[in-house]
């Protein structure tokens, strides 16, 4: 393969010498100017540019300037004659300049350093190509798991319509709770996902339907218990579903240790688990299925009393705010503007 050299100098002769010194070995463009070294490098993928630092109307440094976002790959060399320390130390350290050679040059130094630059180049571009890859495949993967996670809510929604439109709603609350807590966008899915599914567990399990909108006392505990084992269950054998398997599995956990299955207390309750814990409590007190239905005001005062027991008082907090700006219907319908961060992934 063959590289282009660009070469960029307002003197004629030294264009001259240049070319002649690397035309044998590259591709080579001159240009005179930095006006029509811009021209060129929108017609040509430049590997390598050679510019001089001293040009009338515009300087090499401030041509390497312009053209670094359109050719973010090439290697610039810097000629110059001139002693500027403070701007071609600047323009070595921000990146810009990848080496400065002084004049006049050694042929044999120069042609070294070329060389050296290509391999700059090569390996650059093929970062550049493995991080591209990479980039695809990652969008890839979120986009199986989050048709993964479509699938799974619609047989919900087919099976237990009630339960889904309760997910549905603590899937938003949990997402703008962990954006508020600012825990990272793959994380805020990985919750917002979980809480989607966090009723999972209840499909085929008839007595654990039938206790839904009641959930109190001992049945509570044995229908949360079995239920969450059974969701994890089902998102353990899933790729990639480790994490929202463990978020499921111990959604009933208690800050103070009391809850289920294994007594765990505060940080050692994953965060997400405790999100859900409270998006879920608050959504059965405004949404109830049986009884009368709460009030904001009066939904979170009855969580805020739980603060420290079994619920997170800081998040309770957070989904005090949360659930003012973000009211949701009694009945939601899915669609993909309740849930952005997840049910709307695309890949490029």
């Not at 004659?81 to 120069?110: F, I, Q, R």
């Not at 099976?159 to 600012?182: C, D, F, I, K, W």
């Not at 979980?194 to 505990?221: F, K, N, Q, Y």
Request: hydrophobic content about 40%; proline content about 3%; glycine content about 6%.
């Amino acid at each position: 393969m063959t590289y282009k050299l660009l070469i960029v100098d307002d003197e004629r002769a030294n264009l001259r010498l240049l070319e002649r010194l690397f035309r044998h070995d590259y591709y080579c463009l001159t240009a005179s100017s930095g006006e029509e070294a811009i021209k060129l490098l929108e017609q040509h993928d430049v590997a390598v540019i050679i510019t001089d630092q001293r040009m009338p109307e515009m300087t090499g440094i401030e041509l390497l300037k312009q053209t670094a976002k359109s050719r973010p790959h090439m290697v610039r060399i810097l000629l110059t004659g001139y002693t500027e320390v403070a701007a071609l130390v600047e323009a070595v350290n921000c990146g810009l300049v990848y080496m400065y050679v002084t004049k006049p040059w050694n042929n044999d130094d120069l042609k070294l350093r070329v060389s050296r630059a290509l391999e700059n180049y090569t390996n650059n571009r093929r970062r550049h190509e493995l991080d591209t890859a990479n980039q695809r495949l990652l969008a890839r993967a979120e986009q199986v798991k989050a048709g993964f996670v479509r699938s799974l809510a619609e047989v919900l929604r087919m099976r237990e319509p009630r339960l889904h439109e309760h997910s549905a709603r603590v899937s938003e609350y949990a997402l703008r709770m962990s954006e508020a807590l600012e825990l990272g966008d793959e994380i805020c899915r990985e919750i917002a996902a979980a809480a989607m599914l966090h009723e999972i567990g209840a499909l085929g399990d008839t007595s654990a339907v039938e206790c839904w909108p009641g959930r109190s006392g001992s049945e509570a505990s044995r229908f949360s218990q079995r239920q969450s084992d059974r969701g994890a269950e089902i998102l353990s054998g899933i790729p990639d579903f480790k994490d929202m398997s463990d978020i499921i599995r111990f959604q009933h956990e208690s800050i103070d240790g009391s809850g289920l299955p294994r007594g765990l207390m505060g940080d050692q309750i994953p965060i997400g688990s405790r999100v859900i814990r409270v998006a879920a409590e608050y959504d059965l007190l405004v949404n109830a299925s049986v009884g009368e239905r709460s009030s904001h005001a009066k939904a979170i005062a009855n969580i805020r009393q739980r603060s420290g027991g079994d619920l997170d008082a800081r998040l309770v907090d957070i989904l005090a705010g949360v659930a003012v700006d973000y009211p949701m219907p009694a009945s939601p319908q899915l669609t993909d503007e309740m849930t952005p961060g997840l049910l709307t992934q695309t890949v490029n």
